[in-house]
T-cell receptor, first 115, second 109 residues
Framework: NAGVMQNPRHLVRRRGQEARLRCSPMKGHSHVYWYRQLPEEGLKFMVYLQKENIIDESGMPKERFSAEFPKEGPSILRIQQVVRGDSAAYFC?????????????FGNGTRLTVT | GQQVMQIPQYQHVQEGEDFTTYCNSSTTLSNIQWYKQRPGGHPVFLIQLVKSGEVKKQKRLTFQFGEAKKNSSLHITATQTTDVGTYFCAANNFNKFYFGSGTKLNVKP
């Protein structure tokens, strides 16, 4: 049973380019969360999605960042016109039911480097 | 939003020594989860505590939930080099899991 799959593992972008991060949740999971982690820091909540719906995007920057979880295919975190400050590890997690008792299963993350 | 404070930020121990990390909230929590992240890896779920005063054990790891459900602790007895990593607590608030800042454990052989 495959776990949460994220790709790419490493992504290098120049300032001003677009970054697209993909996440396929565990089989049977329809709840997806995106977190951002700076080196030596904790996990910052960005967005919570269910299939075709954004449930909570209160942690997302207002500009340049967007997320989707279409009916078919992986969840996508999109960062437009990247800046050096966007360099971080971005983790996707999925859960079975989305309720408070449902543990999060994390992918291996995408390490984004902006040059 | 919900905030959980975690201390200490770093802990260096000699192999065989004990280790404890603490998680505190200003509000009552419905539950609390603990995760471990190895260096260069991703967070992995360890356990969930739900009941007031609950204590759970996993081999050398002991997890406690405070009576008021505002704090929690993770204690590792006789640390081993395999325990190296960052330990996070996480609390749920309106569908979002908020993570503490983590305690980074280094174990010297």
């Amino acid at each position: 049973n495959a776990g949460v799959m994220q790709n790419p593992r490493h992504l290098v972008r120049r300032r001003g380019q677009e970054a697209r991060l993909r996440c396929s949740p565990m089989k049977g999971h329809s709840h997806v969360y995106w977190y951002r982690q700076l080196p030596e820091e904790g996990l910052k909540f960005m967005v919570y999605l269910q299939k075709e719906n954004i449930i909570d995007e209160s942690g997302m920057p207002k500009e340049r960042f967007s997320a989707e979880f279409p009916k078919e295919g992986p969840s996508i975190l999109r960062i437009q016109q990247v800046v050096r400050g966007d360099s971080a590890a971005y983790f996707c997690a999925s859960s079975l039911s989305g309720d408070r008792n449902s543990p999060l299963h994390f992918g291996n993350g995408t390490r984004l480097t902006v040059t | 939003g919900q905030q959980v404070m975690q201390i200490p930020q770093y802990q260096h121990v000699q192999e065989g020594e004990d280790f404890t990390t603490y998680c505190n909230s200003s509000t009552t929590l419905s539950n609390i989860q603990w995760y471990k992240q190895r260096p260069g890896g991703h967070p992995v779920f360890l356990i969930q505590l739900v009941k007031s005063g609950e204590v759970k054990k996993q081999k050398r790891l002991t997890f406690q939930f405070g009576e008021a459900k505002k704090n929690s602790s993770l204690h590792i007895t006789a640390t081993q080099t395999t325990d190296v990593g960052t330990y996070f607590c996480a609390a749920n608030n309106f569908n979002k899991f908020y993570f503490g800042s983590g305690t980074k454990l280094n174990v010297k052989p």
